[in-house]
């Protein structure tokens, strides 16, 4: 964090009465007079004097404010990150979580597996110092999980996971006990469908998160909870084949809005709610025809509209800004095309109150995007070692010193977590 910021010196002091001069010069045929003039002149020359002195230190202390200033801007705009693994294994990886989930107010690692191989996600428990320890084994075993949303889903005050699998295995809903261990409270959906990607979120207004499931080369739906984990599902019109979804006010109308990124060049769309879990208006965002699976949400320019950041292969990564009517427009290119990115989250990692662009790439090292502010430009800083396929990242602080730190779902390389540090100096 930057320094305190000093105070301007202050002035201080005193004019004495001047002692009487022993010129007393006297005018003839007039009463004796005495006259000051000489004194009168050194009070002035002494205000003169305080006057320059106190511009001088009002001028040092602006430019000492100044240099604080810089100095506290350049230690938040900065930032170093060290890379502690979290496996030895280079498994099909596919997605990270963060979130207590045994109640010890540490936040915990939920490290997703799958994709379109049957393996087991893994549950870390952190110690809030930036260590972890294996938790008990997810009772949904071995499947093709792509991520694991935590919500409390039936108001018990505990975090439980929404999995998000691939067909034929079925969608899972696992409770959480209070202390990390799970249990298979129901399912939603269809197996059949070939799930990409879950995104947990209240759109009905009744305080239950429901589900919106980006399935790809097929309809997306939402699935609406009715507190006893039983949930009713419908196909959004239009809804653009999928890997990537998100819930958010994107209308700022106060109700959940869902965000769907096309996968297999088509039209991303933006369904708007109203309120009641009916979506009856979709805006398109991003090229017409174009395949997306990194998009992130945020408000990147500071106006109090989220906007959407996002990736169409082999056009580069983009900013759409919301205009607050929900619309978007052409974009603002903040990476020319590179390596193929398979995923995005946005975080402030530097403290300015600006979320940052983080992008994972394939066989190429993953790039945290710092915003200046405006949400328009970006200084890139790599990461990690360019192995394997960055899937899905988390952000949140892991080791209790204030700034977020990153979890990295690596497929065909070890995951790892990315500690946030200010540089050595």
């Given at each position: 964090?930057?320094?305190?910021?000093?105070?301007a010196?202050?002035?201080?002091?005193?004019?004495?009465?001047?002692?009487?001069?022993?010129?007393?010069?006297?005018?003839?045929?007039?009463?004796?007079?005495?006259?000051?003039?000489?004194?009168?002149?050194n009070?002035?020359?002494?205000?003169l004097?305080?006057?320059?002195?106190?511009?001088?230190?009002?001028?040092?202390?602006?430019?000492?404010?100044h240099?604080?200033?810089?100095?506290?801007?350049?230690?938040?705009?900065?930032?170093?990150?060290?890379?502690?693994?979290?496996?030895?294994?280079?498994?099909?990886?596919?997605?990270?979580?963060?979130?207590?989930?045994?109640?010890?107010?540490?936040?915990?690692?939920?490290?997703?597996?799958?994709?379109?191989?049957?393996?087991?996600?893994?549950?870390?428990?952190?110690?809030?110092?930036?260590?972890?320890?294996?938790?008990?084994?997810?009772?949904?075993?071995?499947?093709?999980?792509?991520?694991?949303?935590?919500?409390?889903?039936?108001?018990?005050?505990?975090?439980?996971?929404?999995?998000?699998?691939?067909?034929?295995?079925?969608?899972?809903?696992?409770?959480?006990?209070?202390?990390?261990?799970?249990?298979?409270?129901?399912?939603?959906?269809?197996?059949?469908?070939?799930?990409?990607?879950?995104?947990?979120?209240?759109?009905?207004?009744?305080?239950?998160p429901?589900?919106?499931?980006?399935?790809?080369?097929?309809?997306?739906?939402?699935?609406?909870?009715?507190?006893?984990?039983?949930?009713a599902?419908?196909?959004l019109p239009?809804?653009?084949?999928?890997?990537?979804?998100?819930?958010?006010?994107?209308?700022?109308?106060?109700?959940?809005?869902v965000?769907y990124?096309?996968?297999?060049?088509?039209?991303?769309?933006?369904?708007?709610?109203?309120?009641k879990?009916?979506?009856?208006?979709?805006?398109?965002?991003?090229?017409?025809?174009?395949?997306?699976?990194?998009?992130?949400?945020?408000?990147?320019?500071?106006?109090?509209?989220?906007?959407?950041?996002?990736?169409?292969e082999?056009?580069?990564?983009?900013?759409?800004?919301?205009?607050?009517?929900?619309?978007?427009?052409?974009?603002?290119?903040?990476?020319k095309?590179?390596?193929?990115?398979?995923?995005?989250?946005a975080?402030?990692l530097?403290?300015?109150?600006?979320?940052?662009?983080?992008?994972?790439?394939?066989?190429?090292?993953?790039?945290?995007?710092?915003?200046?502010?405006?949400?328009k430009?970006?200084?890139?800083?790599?990461?990690?070692?360019?192995k394997?396929?960055?899937?899905?990242?988390?952000?949140?602080?892991?080791?209790?010193?204030?700034?977020?730190?990153?979890?990295?779902?690596?497929?065909?390389?070890?995951?790892?977590?990315?500690?946030?540090?200010?540089?050595?100096?």
């Amino acid at each position: 964090m930057g320094q305190a910021l000093s105070p301007a010196n202050k002035f201080s002091g005193s004019l004495r009465k001047p002692a009487k001069s022993s010129l007393r010069p006297q005018l003839p045929g007039s009463r004796r007079t005495v006259r000051y003039r000489p004194t009168v002149l050194n009070m002035q020359r002494a205000l003169l004097s305080c006057s320059l002195a106190l511009l001088t230190s009002l001028a040092v202390a602006l430019l000492m404010f100044h240099a604080n200033v810089l100095d506290a801007q350049a230690e938040t705009s900065l930032r170093s990150f060290e890379i502690v693994p979290l496996e030895t294994v280079s498994e099909t990886s596919s997605n990270a979580s963060i979130g207590d989930l045994n109640g010890d107010g540490h936040p915990d690692v939920v490290l997703v597996k799958g994709r379109h191989w049957q393996v087991t996600s893994l549950v870390f428990f952190g110690d809030g110092q930036g260590h972890f320890t294996p938790g008990p084994a997810l009772p949904s075993k071995a499947i093709k999980s792509y991520s694991a949303s935590l919500a409390d889903m039936t108001k018990r005050g505990r975090l439980d996971m929404v999995l998000s699998n691939d067909q034929p295995d079925p969608k899972l809903i696992l409770l959480n006990d209070g202390k990390g261990k799970f249990t298979i409270g129901g399912t939603y959906g269809d197996p059949k469908w070939s799930t990409r990607n879950a995104a947990v979120g209240d759109l009905n207004g009744d305080g239950y998160p429901d589900i919106a499931v980006a399935n790809r080369g097929m309809p997306s739906y939402v699935c609406l909870n009715d507190g006893q984990l039983r949930f009713a599902c419908r196909a959004l019109p239009d809804s653009p084949s999928a890997a990537t979804v998100a819930i958010a006010d994107i209308g700022g109308a106060g109700a959940n809005d869902v965000i769907y990124a096309c996968r297999d060049s088509c039209q991303s769309l933006v369904y708007f709610n109203d309120g009641k879990g009916n979506f009856t208006r979709e805006v398109p965002w991003g090229p017409r025809n174009s395949s997306i699976r990194a998009m992130a949400v945020a408000d990147f320019d500071g106006d109090g509209h989220l906007d959407i950041a996002a990736c169409p292969e082999n056009l580069g990564c983009f900013v759409y800004f919301n205009d607050g009517q929900g619309h978007f427009g052409s974009g603002t290119q903040f990476q020319k095309p590179q390596a193929l990115p398979y995923s995005m989250i946005a975080a402030d990692l530097n403290g300015d109150h600006r979320p940052d662009i983080l992008v994972g790439y394939v066989d190429a090292p993953g790039v945290v995007y710092f915003n200046d502010g405006t949400g328009k430009k970006y200084l890139p800083v790599p990461f990690g070692d360019g192995k394997g396929a960055i899937y899905g990242m988390a952000a949140g602080d892991l080791n209790g010193d204030g700034w977020p730190d990153v979890v990295v779902a690596r497929s065909g390389a070890p995951s790892f977590v990315m500690f946030n540090h200010s540089p050595k100096k």
